[in-house]
C-alpha cells in the first residue's frame, strides 16, 4: 500500500479527531437535533443540550437546593465549554424572565483542557424557563467565535459592553458594566496573554484563575477577568489574542476559530 | 481517492474511537491478558485490572491507612467506570469473607466524562482477597450492562435488590434493601433522568450529586441513588431510562449498551 | 473493500492516537516550534511550552501572589507529564541564580491518566528566568526517559542522586539527598509497585498519593516518593518497574519509553 495514500488518511483522522475535541460538532452532526420528549429544547455547538422542567420533583428541587419559588427550571448542559454558556447565560437572563439559579463547571472539553457545564435557570412559569434556554442555545454560535484551538491547546476571550448576572454570579462581574475574559490552555499560555493584556489598556483586574488555586477545578487553564471602559477592555483582549495565538500556533500549529470571531 | 472511500473510512475510525473511549475494549484486546506476576488476578471490560497483595509492606499498608487487622488486600483498579466497579465489589463482598477497605474515584474515563475507581478489598487471609477480586471481575460483564453510551456522553444504571457494603461505604445505601444508581452525562441529561425517576414512582432519594457540588470530582455528570420496594426502584429506572435514551440520542447519535442490559 | 485492509488502516490509526496521547510529539511536530514573540523560549515533548516575563503586570503580580523580590518570572508549562516537568525543574534551579515560585498540576494529558502542569520560576534578572526554563525545556527528554505507556495506563519514574528545590517545594524530598518517585495508571498498578518498590530496597517512604486523597487531584494514579541511599532507591525503582511494566502490558499490550530510559 502506498505511504501517500496512508499518509493522507491518517491527514484526515487527525483532523477529524481535533474536530470531534474541539467543537463537538462532528458528535452533534450525527445527532438528530430533535426528540419527542416534552422537555427537550435543543442542542448546540460543543455538544450542548438544553432542557426544561415545568414542576420539578419537590424531593429533587430540595435535594439541588433551588430557591422553592422558582417551581420550573431550565437547563443548559454542555460538554465542552463554560465561558461561552455563561456569556450566553447572560444574554438569556437579559433578554427574559429568569434567573439564575447555579452553574457548576466539570472538568471536560471531551479529552481537551478545559471545562464543561451545567447552568440552572430558575422561573415562574415554564414558558419564560424554555425561552432563557432558548436565547441561550442560540447564542452560543456567537459565543464560540473567540475560542480558537488546535491539538495542543486552546484561547478564548468573551466580551460584553454590560454584564449581567450570570457574569456577576461566576466571575465576580460588576453588573452594567463592560466586562471580558482573557483564558489560555495550557496554563502558562493563559499566564504570559494576562500580561500582555494588563500591560496594554488600563482595565480592572477582577480575578485570577489557574490549575489548582481552586478558581479553575483542575483545568489546565490560567485566566483572568477584566472590567473598565468598554474600549478598554476589548483592546485588552486584542492584546491577549495577539500573543495567545502566537504561542500556541508555536505549541501545534494553525488555531482557527470553533465559528466566527465577535470582539 | 473517492471521496464515499474516505467517509466510509471516517466512519470505522470514528466508531472504534467510541469503543475505546466508552469500553476500553479494543485496548484490552490488544493486551494479552495473562501476566507472569504472582499478584495478578486478571482483567475485564472497562480497562479494569485485578491484583491480590498477600502481605502489605508495612510503610505502605500505613501511609494507605488500612485497618491493621487485614493483612491481605486485593485491588480493583479501572479506568472507566465507577458505578459498575462498585456495584460488582457488592457482590464480591457478599460471596466472599472480606471487606471494603476504601474505594476512591479518579476523574478519567479516557476522555469521556465519567470516573475511574479504585478500590481495596482487606481480608485476613490472601484466599479470600483474591476470591473478592475474582468475583468482582467476573461480575463485571453483567454491571456494564446498563452504561450506554455514544460520542457526546453516557447513561449509567444500576440496580441491586439487597444492597450491601460497597453499595452503603459509597453511596449510603441502607443494608439490605433495594437500591438503585441512575447517572447521565453532560449533568443535564442527569438532572432530567433524575426528575422522571423520582416522578415515576415512591423511591426514597438518598443522594444526589452534580460536578461542582463535592460529589463527582468534577466529572459531567448528575446522578441519583435512590431506594424503596424493589419493584418501584425499578421502575424508576424504568422512567429515567427512556427519557434518558431520548435526550442523549437528541445529542449524540444511537447510545448502545457496553454489554448486555441487565435491570 | 477488503477486511485486512480496513484493519491495517485502523491499526495505523490506533498507533497515531496513542502516540499523541502519550507524548504529544505528534501535534508539537506540526507547530513551527518558533515564534516572534519576544516571550517564547521554546517548546518541548509533551506539549511543554517555556516563557519567560521580564516585568510581571502589578496587579498579575498581586494576583499570582508572586514574592515582590522576583521582578521576572520563567513560566514552564505542560499538557503531558507532572513528574517529567519538576525533575527537569529541578535541575534548573540548580543550575541557574533562580527559585521555584509556584508547581500547579492540572488534570490533564489530553485525556490519559495522569497531568499537566504549570511551573513558574522567580528571578531578579529576565536572563537567569530565561536560563532556568532553557535548562528545563532541554533536560525533559531525559526524564520522559522512564515514562512508559499504552492506551490503558501508564508507569513514570524519576530518579535524582540529590534533590534539590523543585522536589522538596512538591514531592517534601530532603534536600541534597537521593530521590526518586514511583507513578503507575490505573491507579492500582501504583500500588502494586509501590508494595514491591518497598520489599525490594531500605528506603524510606517520604509519601503516598492516590486518585482522591487529595494528592494526586483525581487523576487515575497512585504514587509513592522515596529517599535513601542513591543505591537503594535505584533498587527500588527497578523492582517497581519490572511489576509495573508485567501489569500494564497485561492491560493494554507493550508499553514502550516515551524517549530512552536514564536510571
Known sequence: MKDDLMNKLMEEVMKK??????????????????????????????N????????????????????????????????TGAGPQVFAADEAVKA????????EFARDTEG?????????????????????????????????????????????????????????????????????????????????????ALKAANVDLVGYSSPDNGGTKFSNESMIFITGDAGAVRQAIYAAREVGKQALEALGGPCPSTTTPYI
Open 48 to 79: 450542548t443540550i438544553g432542557f426544561v422542567i415545568a414542576n420539578v420533583d419537590k424531593s429533587l428541587h430540595e435535594a439541588m437546593k433551588i430557591d422553592p419559588k422558582y417551581r420550573s427550571i431550565g437547563i443548559l448542559s454542555a460538554r
Open 96 to 103: 427574559t424572565n429568569s434567573e439564575i439559579v447555579s452553574v
Open 112 to 196: 481537551g483542557a478545559g471545562h464543561g457545564s451545567l447552568i440552572i435557570f430558575g422561573a415562574e412559569d415554564v414558558s419564560d424557563a424554555k425561552r432563557a434556554v432558548e436565547v441561550a442555545l442560540n447564542d452560543l454560535n456567537r459565543t464560540f467565535g473567540d475560542v480558537y484551538g488546535n491539538a495542543s491547546g486552546h484561547l478564548e476571550f468573551q466580551y460584553t459592553a454590560r454584564a449581567s448576572f450570570a457574569c456577576n454570579y461566576v466571575f465576580g462581574a460588576p453588573i452594567g458594566r463592560a466586562f471580558g475574559i482573557i483564558v489560555g490552555a495550557p496554563a502558562g499560555i493563559g499566564v504570559l496573554m494576562s500580561d500582555a
Open 17 to 46: 479527531m481535533d474536530e470531534v475535541k474541539e467543537t463537538g460538532t462532528v458528535a452533534a452532526a450525527t445527532g438528530t437535533g430533535v426528540s419527542g420528549l416534552t422537555e427537550f429544547v435543543g442542542t448546540a455547538v460543543g
